[in-house]
């Protein structure tokens, strides 16, 4: 099965940045439509950012929009968060998630997650 790993998660002050990454492997000849979620304490796992394998075109939740970028480097299989501007309300635990069967964001439905990296926004 596709493997996914987190990284880059930690505490940062309101206003920071922070990067997060995700490692994929035994994937090779396959393709797939992947993506970022993060789920706060007490609330229900949100859709944060998703790139379609069919045309690269990225989708944002709107609380996210401006201050968030999907990437990936398919030469090291890696997929990148990159987060700026960060508020006390993206804390949470993020999760990078991927699936193989649907090529566009608007049927997302994920098959594959990974362990998920805590993201901490305080002063």
């Known amino acids: 099965q596709l493997q996914l790993v987190e990284s880059g998660g930690g505490l940062v002050q309101p206003g920071g940045s922070l990067r997060l990454s995700c490692a994929a492997s035994?994937?090779?000849?396959?393709?797939?439509?992947s993506g970022w979620f993060r789920q706060a304490p007490g609330k229900e796992r949100e859709g944060v950012s998703c790139?379609?394998?069919?045309?690269?075109?990225?989708y944002y939740a709107d609380s996210v929009k401006g201050r968030f970028t999907i990437s990936r480097d398919n030469a090291k299989n890696i997929m990148y968060l990159q987060m700026n501007s960060l508020k006390p309300e993206d804390t949470g635990v993020y999760y990078c998630a991927a699936d193989r069967l649907h090529y566009y964001c608007s049927g997302f439905d994920p098959g594959y997650w990974g362990q998920g990296t805590q993201v901490t926004v305080s002063s």
């Open positions: 790139i379609s394998s069919a045309d690269g075109n990225t």
């Open positions: 035994g994937f090779t000849g396959n393709y797939y439509t």
